[in-house]
């Protein structure tokens, strides 16, 4: 049962331009919400999160919406840089939860074009 | 500062044969631990976590098993490989407590022959 969707496989932006990924999730215990950037064969880092107290959470060239209505969340990377080429996951922890435990979606392949 | 160290980068693993990765942390005390896998064209699915030396909880049924011998070492293992344990498999730290993310180690890419 997936919980978190990421319904775009893949993203092909031009430099410069806005990046927009969507996540949206079935589960309303949602309430800590996290994108994640991975290269291949690397392990994934930490971009930004929020949690569902706020609508938007900003950190320099990236911004996180979220739609609680909705559960809907979206990422947006202003300006696109080629070395933002990479996949992202939206991940989500329950209140309930205290150990920190997330679930991920299947992840968004961003390729930033020159 | 806090680093995760996760071994070995790949490994190639004939079906039938035991494995053992390893992950350590440093610069942090009583780290929650997790393993995740993430399978071709998946996320990534948690398969364990620890929140303390010995006690392990597993989040789906599977063929392997995971150990904390101690506070920042998290081991993941399995008794005899089968052709489906192939995959991308991240250990990964996160502080206790709410709204804390996720740190991940450099994953091990595991391909059972």
């Known amino acids: 049962d997936q919980q978190v969707k990421q319904n775009s496989p893949s993203l092909s932006v031009q430099e410069g331009r806005i990046s927009i990924l969507n996540c949206d999730y079935t589960n309303s215990m949602f309430d800590y919400f996290l994108w994640y950037k991975k290269y291949p064969a690397e392990g994934p880092t930490f971009l930004i999160s929020?949690?569902?107290?706020?609508d938007k959470n900003e950190d320099g060239r990236f911004t996180v919406f979220l739609n609680k209505s909705a559960k809907h969340l979206s990422l947006h990377i202003v300006p696109s840089q080629p070395g933002d080429s990479a996949v992202y996951f939206c991940a989500a922890r329950p209140r309930t939860d205290s150990w920190g435990k997330l679930q991920f979606g299947a992840g968004t392949q961003v390729v930033v074009t020159p | 500062s806090q680093t995760i160290h996760q071994w070995p980068a790949t490994l190639v693993q004939p079906v039938g044969s035991p494995l053992s990765l390893e992950c350590t942390v440093e610069g942090t005390s009583n780290p929650n631990l997790y393993w995740y896998r993430q399978a071709a064209g998946r996320g990534l699915q948690l398969l364990f976590y620890s929140v303390g030396i010995g006690q392990i909880s597993s989040e789906v049924p599977q063929n392997l098993s995971a150990s904390r011998p101690q506070d920042r070492q998290f081991i993941l293992s399995s008794k005899k490989l089968l052709l489906s344990d192939s995959g991308f498999y991240l250990c990964?730290?996160?502080?206790?407590?709410?709204?804390?993310?996720?740190?991940f180690g450099q994953g091990t890419r595991l391909t059972v022959v």
């Open positions: 990964a730290w996160s502080r206790s407590g709410a709204n804390t993310e996720a740190f």
């Open positions: 929020i949690s569902s107290i706020k």
